[in-house]
């Protein structure tokens, strides 16, 4: 590995940062930049529970103030969102009307709120979606560069991974006792973020990156034999075919891949790298 790719560099000026709020990747992201990493500084979480949240951070060498989320703004340069996606416009809006940004977990609510990219443009913010739990955005957003004819997903996750998801609910999907694989969504990423908004983040990104969430097609599939939370891609255009895979280990959230949490560290990584790879 050359230096300074793959790792923060050292720079004079620390970028302050606030996460929202302290999940699966929330704390693991906390927990990292509280050990340190070069030119960023956790200043401040925000947690559904404030008293468990203070607990949690007690023991860090720095502890971060823990604020009720409309409080974050004033005291970080960036903020990490990765709460619920119900909660996106609160965190990220006051961050976007001071200029700074937004790296946004629940990219499902990016769509669902869509009035806050005007309120980026306006006021010079700007939300990030980084790769997350998914692969080759990188080429995806490449190939938009000319023409992609279809971006298909398929999506396989186990049981546990899907449970309680609206989409399951409002259909009268019952997954519990499923012996078989079984698909129970077939749709655009758009309606994904309806009826998923906690599962396929993944799927959203995707479709940010190449042809929008009306175009971008996803199936998804229950499946009982599954540990894995597992996503195919495949990409036809007139530049390149590709079709990609990626098998994600869940993190304490079974929702959730741990890679999640690591994508987050290289974009913050590549955000103060003079060397950045990829697209
Ligand atoms: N873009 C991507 O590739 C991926 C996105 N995600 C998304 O990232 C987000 C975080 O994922 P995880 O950490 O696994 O979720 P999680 O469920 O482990 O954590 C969410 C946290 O938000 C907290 N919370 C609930 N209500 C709150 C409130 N009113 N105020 C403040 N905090 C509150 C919960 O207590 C919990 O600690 C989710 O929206 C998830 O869907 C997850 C995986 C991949
Ligand atoms: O899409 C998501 O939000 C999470 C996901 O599929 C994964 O971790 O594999």
Redesign the pocket.
């Known amino acids: 590995m050359l230096e300074h790719e793959g790792k923060a560099s050292s720079k004079s000026s620390v970028t302050r940062v606030a996460i929202?709020?302290?999940?699966?990747?929330?704390?693991k992201l906390a927990q990292v930049l509280d050990a340190g990493f070069d030119g960023y500084r956790l200043t401040a979480v925000?947690?559904?529970?404030r008293d468990a949240a203070a607990t949690r951070v007690a023991g860090f060498k720095n502890p971060p103030q823990v604020l009720p989320?409309e409080d974050l703004e004033a005291c970080a340069d960036l903020v990490i969102?990765?709460?619920?996606?119900e909660?996106?416009a609160d965190i990220a809006e006051p961050f976007l009307r001071a200029g700074k940004t937004v790296v946004?977990?629940?990219?499902?609510?990016v769509i669902r709120n869509e009035n806050l990219l005007q309120i980026a443009a306006d006021h010079g913010g700007r939300i990030m979606?980084?790769?997350?739990?998914?692969l080759g955005l990188d080429a995806v957003a490449a190939a938009a560069q000319g023409n992609i004819e279809s971006v298909r997903m398929i999506t396989r996750k186990p049981v546990r991974g899907l449970l309680g998801a609206p989409h399951l609910v409002t259909h009268g999907i019952d997954i519990t006792g499923i012996t078989a694989p079984m698909k129970i969504f077939d749709g655009t990423a758009r309606e994904a973020a309806v009826g998923f908004?906690?599962?396929l983040?993944?799927a959203?990104?995707l479709s940010l990156a190449g042809i929008g969430p009306d175009h971008t097609q996803l199936e998804i599939w229950a499946d009982p034999a599954l540990q894995r939370n597992m996503h195919q891609i495949k990409v036809v255009s007139d530049s390149a075919h590709f079709s990609m895979e990626i098998e994600n280990i869940p993190?304490?959230?079974p929702?959730?891949?741990r890679i999640?949490?690591q994508?987050v560290l290289a974009l913050l990584c590549k955000l103060n790298s003079p060397l950045q790879v990829g697209t």
Do not use: H, W
Request: glycine content about 10%; charged content about 10%; hydrophobic content about 50%.
């Open positions: 929202a709020s302290l999940g699966a990747v929330g704390l925000s947690a559904r529970n989320i969102e990765c709460a619920p996606a909660f996106f946004a977990l629940s990219a499902g609510a979606v980084p790769s997350g739990a998914l908004p906690a599962n983040n993944v959203v990104a993190s304490e959230n929702k959730t891949g999640t949490a994508s």
